[in-house]
């Protein structure tokens, strides 16, 4: 999942943040391809996760509205294999073995 994560003091008030850090900007820019009105995915550092609309972006900062963040993270496998498990319960973890090849 790619989100926007918000960090502690991005957080103007309850519903409203602000990304100042010029490596966020690039990501918003370059790899979401956002604009104002736009509904991305965001995140609480170490909480949950929520859908945010893009009301600003400029060269220094980006304006998100945040309604509710109410789902959270989804946990992710604890193995050596999550490449393949993606997150799922993995039946290494579960069966504690060791799988078989050929």
């Known amino acids: 999942m790619n989100l926007i994560l918000l960090e502690p003091a991005d957080w103007i008030d309850a ?7 010029p490596r966020r900007l690039t990501h918003l820019r ?3 391809r ?13 909480g949950a996760i929520g859908r945010g609309e893009l009301l600003a972006l400029s060269a220094s900062e980006a304006l998100f509205h945040v309604p509710a963040l109410d ?3 989804r946990r992710r496998c604890r193995c050596t294999c999550c490449w393949r ?5 993995c039946w290494r973890a ?6 078989r090849w050929g």
Do not use: I, K, W, Y
């Open 94 to 99: 579960a069966s504690n073995t060791s799988p």
């Open 71 to 73: 789902r959270e993270p």
């Open 15 to 21: 519903s409203h943040a602000r990304v100042c850090d």
């Open 85 to 89: 498990c993606r997150g799922r319960v």
């Open 30 to 32: 370059e790899v979401h």
């Open 34 to 46: 956002a604009a104002p009105g736009d509904s991305l995915t965001v995140g609480a550092l170490d």
